[in-house]
């Protein structure tokens, strides 16, 4: 199988290793024998979502998001009805806030969303929420635990209907207050989880690749890989990231 990953905006949104994502997944995908491809795709580039296996959109400080969020808007009917017919998708922090209907940032200005998950994002006027997470997925994920890092002044509130990635244990997650972390869709992710956060939680990683897998050949199952580091490396982090 040949694996196209969309890497939206790797210029401009690109926070705390979240390339890492991207580079996670094509690994993965050939250490299984399959080809992989990764799109950059920068504004204005025009996109076949016909082509895409996996989108990727990381995070960005808010004049980051403010120059690309005219043309993720310009996107979003095309994008949206890719999503609904399963693509997944993975966004980070700044990516994932623009996925939701609008962010409002520190400086006032209302950015537009794709309006994809059903959340409004508001830049806290109490600081920054700031460290290391632990969470437990809501998507059947074994072991449950997500582990990452979140650094971002926006507060995230999803609205009725709309479902939460993962219940924060350890960090703020969406906003500091109810506990939610990020948000699914059909096969969309969104999270404010940077780190990088797939090398870590390959499971995570998995669910993806095998949703992408199932799109193109109908059979979901993976085979295993090693992952011995990789859980060593969640270990640590479950270990060290305490409130
Ligand atoms: N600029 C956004 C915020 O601070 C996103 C930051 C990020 O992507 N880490 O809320």
Redesign the pocket.
């Known amino acids: 199988m040949r694996l196209t990953i969309v890497h939206l905006y790797p210029r401009d949104m690109n926070?705390y290793g979240d390339r890492g994502n991207v580079l996670a997944l094509a690994r993965r995908a050939e250490w299984r024998g399959w080809e992989a491809r990764v799109l950059d795709v920068e504004p204005g580039v025009p996109i076949s979502w016909a082509e895409a296996d996996i989108v990727f959109l990381g995070?960005?400080?808010?004049r980051h998001?403010a120059w690309i969020a005219d043309d993720l808007v310009t996107r979003g009917a095309g994008l949206s009805a890719a999503l609904a017919d399963g693509l997944p998708l993975l966004a980070v922090?700044?990516g994932f806030?623009l996925l939701g209907r609008e962010y409002q940032a520190q400086d006032g200005r209302t950015l537009p969303g794709v309006g994809w998950f059903d959340a409004t994002t508001q830049?806290g006027r109490h600081g920054?929420h700031v460290g290391n997470v632990v969470a437990r997925a809501t998507l059947p994920l074994v072991p449950a635990t997500l582990v990452g890092f979140e650094?971002?002044?926006?507060e995230t509130v999803l609205h009725a209907g709309q479902g939460p990635l993962a219940r924060v244990a350890v960090g703020a997650g969406n906003n500091g207050h109810d506990r939610t972390e990020g948000a699914v869709r059909v096969h969309a992710v969104g999270t404010y989880l940077?780190g990088s956060l797939l090398p870590k939680n390959p499971h995570l990683a998995d669910w993806l690749l095998s949703r992408a897998q199932a799109r193109r050949t109908g059979t979901a199952d993976l085979p295993p890989l090693a992952d011995d580091w990789e859980w060593a490396a969640h270990r640590e982090r479950l270990t060290h990231s305490r409130a």
């Open positions: 926070l995070g960005g400080e808010d998001q922090c700044g806030q830049a920054r650094n971002h002044a926006g940077h």
